[in-house]
């Protein structure tokens, strides 16, 4: 085809070295921030040598797919035939995975200096965020008890109106019922940590033998 160049251009193996060796270091910043700022309960331990690892290998792929089309039309139908299996199961990996991609871009580009001043923009801003949510004391989790009873409907009423009594916001979502055991699941809105003891300390003494989980969403277990 006259007028395109299917032939690679000579890569300069010092600009890549210097881009991965800035990749290895903006890795380690995403890998600190993903540690003390993200708040999936995945195993951050594990999750957090894939981001690196993504971001240096996408340096690569870009470096040496923009120095040719032929190359370029290679990896379109190389990644065409790819099939990622393994579901993301929390939005927020999936920016941070996203992140990772978007630094890889940067310097295989050869666009040094912007995802350098950037990408610590970006996760101080995140950052801020995370930090601004957390001065609030209101909490949203979920509330899991059980119980053993044959009278489920005349337990229920009443740990409705004891947990209404301590939240702001309670909402039963789930209510399992077999022979002579009974659990029910809600999500309640209180004001602060302090209010989850008083909860529970009221739970067991109102109803002796009960089981009772909480569970924030957004954060570890938090009992």
């Given at each position: 085809?006259?007028?395109?160049?299917?032939?690679?251009?000579?890569?300069?193996?010092?600009?890549?070295?210097?881009?991965?060796?800035?990749?290895?270091?903006?890795?380690?910043?995403?890998?600190?921030?993903?540690?003390?700022?993200g708040a999936t309960l995945s195993n951050r331990s594990?999750?957090?040598?894939?981001?690196?690892?993504?971001l240096m290998v996408t340096i690569l792929i870009i470096?040496?797919?923009?120095?040719?089309?032929?190359?370029?039309?290679?990896?379109?139908?190389?990644?065409?035939?790819?099939?990622?299996?393994?579901?993301?199961?929390?939005?927020?990996?999936?920016?941070?995975?996203?992140?990772?991609?978007?630094?890889?871009?940067?310097?295989?580009?050869?666009?040094?200096?912007?995802?350098?001043?950037?990408?610590?923009?970006?996760?101080a801003v995140m950052a801020g965020f995370k930090l601004?949510?957390?001065?609030?004391?209101?909490?949203?989790?979920?509330?899991?008890?059980?119980?053993?009873?044959?009278?489920?409907?005349?337990?229920?009423?009443?740990?409705?109106?004891?947990?209404?009594?301590?939240?702001?916001?309670?909402?039963?979502?789930?209510?399992?019922?077999?022979?002579?055991?009974?659990?029910?699941?809600?999500?309640?809105?209180?004001?602060?940590?302090?209010?989850?003891?008083?909860?529970?300390?009221?739970?067991?003494?109102?109803?002796?033998?009960?089981?009772?989980?909480?569970?924030?969403?957004?954060?570890?277990?938090?009992?």
């Amino acid at each position: 085809m006259e007028g395109l160049n299917l032939t690679a251009d000579p890569l300069s193996l010092s600009t890549l070295l210097v881009n991965l060796g800035v990749g290895v270091l903006l890795s380690i910043l995403l890998r600190w921030h993903f540690t003390y700022f993200g708040a999936t309960l995945s195993n951050r331990s594990e999750f957090t040598h894939v981001g690196p690892f993504i971001l240096m290998v996408t340096i690569l792929i870009i470096t040496v797919v923009k120095s040719s089309l032929a190359l370029s039309l290679g990896l379109v139908g190389a990644l065409s035939i790819v099939r990622f299996r393994t579901p993301i199961k929390e939005p927020e990996e999936l920016a941070y995975l996203f992140m990772a991609i978007a630094i890889g871009l940067g310097l295989g580009a050869n666009q040094t200096m912007p995802t350098v001043v950037v990408s610590p923009i970006i996760l101080a801003v995140m950052a801020g965020f995370k930090l601004a949510r957390g001065k609030f004391k209101s909490k949203n989790l979920f509330l899991s008890v059980d119980w053993k009873t044959r009278s489920p409907r005349e337990k229920l009423d009443a740990l409705n109106a004891l947990i209404g009594s301590h939240a702001r916001i309670s909402d039963l979502r789930r209510f399992d019922s077999h022979e002579n055991k009974t659990e029910a699941t809600y999500f309640i809105d209180v004001e602060d940590a302090g209010c989850l003891f008083d909860l529970e300390n009221d739970l067991r003494q109102t109803f002796p033998g009960i089981g009772v989980t909480f569970i924030d969403d957004s954060q570890d277990p938090t009992f």
